[in-house]
T-cell receptor, first 115, second 115 residues
């Protein structure tokens, strides 16, 4: 079945450090890929997305590139801030073409940024 | 604020009991999704409704049921509760049936504790 694998956390970084959170996927079709972020006590919110191979999603300094050849969608940010501390979820969707409209999520990676 | 409203925010009940979680989607959104977030299983898709009809089903137990009403709000009913049902239950909504170009908007969740 379809699945998403993320690196385990927590990831602890100093402010202004470079961030990479790895995400790989397995899917039977051609999924759209997403990164969602969950701040403490809140619901998930979309951070960025990419709908086809080689697309780059970007938002708030975060970037991720849809790599079909390596089935990956790694999240990167050049300089993290304390306010980026949250749990980050990688997800895929096959939409109507893939037997349902649900998002399949990875297990989430907790990021802690310290001063 | 995502525009998705979930009630109650917190619920404590006993094993064997039944509870109902309620979700009001964003204005104009036709699709409602229910997810369960637990420490050991991560974010699991339960069920999706689109304009009142069930559209996709995930790992939803037979003790659980859901429905979407004509005003588009949705309820998730959990019965014969067990300790393992303790989790954070999220509702999300979207305009489109397909997620290939859409985005899910999540509520803040209902935290269920079964004692």
């Amino acid at each position: 079945g379809d699945s998403v694998t993320q690196m385990e956390g927590p990831v602890t970084l100093s402010e202004e450090a470079f961030l990479t959170i790895n995400c790989t996927y397995t899917a039977t079709g051609y999924p759209s890929l997403f990164w969602y972020v969950q701040y403490p006590g809140e619901g998930l919110q979309l951070l960025l997305k990419a709908t086809k191979a080689d697309d780059k999603g970007s938002n708030k300094g975060f970037e991720a590139t849809y790599r079909k050849e390596t089935t990956s969608f790694h999240l990167e940010k050049g300089s993290v801030q304390v306010s980026d501390s949250a749990v980050y979820f990688c997800a895929l969707s096959l939409g109507l073409t893939g037997g349902g409209n649900k998002l399949t999520f990875g297990t989430g990676t907790q990021l802690k940024v310290e001063l | 604020d995502s525009g998705v409203t979930q009630t109650p925010k917190h619920l404590i009940t006993a094993t064997g009991q039944r509870v109902t979680l309620r979700c009001s989607p964003r204005s104009g959104d036709l699709s409602v999704y229910w997810y369960q977030q637990s420490l050991d299983q991560g974010l699991q898709f339960l069920i999706q409704y689109y304009n009142g009809e069930e559209r996709a089903k995930g790992n939803i137990l037979e003790r659980f049921s859901a429905q979407q009403f004509p005003d588009l709000h949705s309820e998730l009913n959990l019965s014969s509760l067990e300790l393992g049902d303790s989790a954070l239950y999220f509702c999300a909504s979207s305009v489109l049936g397909s997620l290939n170009t859409g985005e899910l908007f999540f509520g803040e969740g209902s935290r269920l504790t079964v004692l």
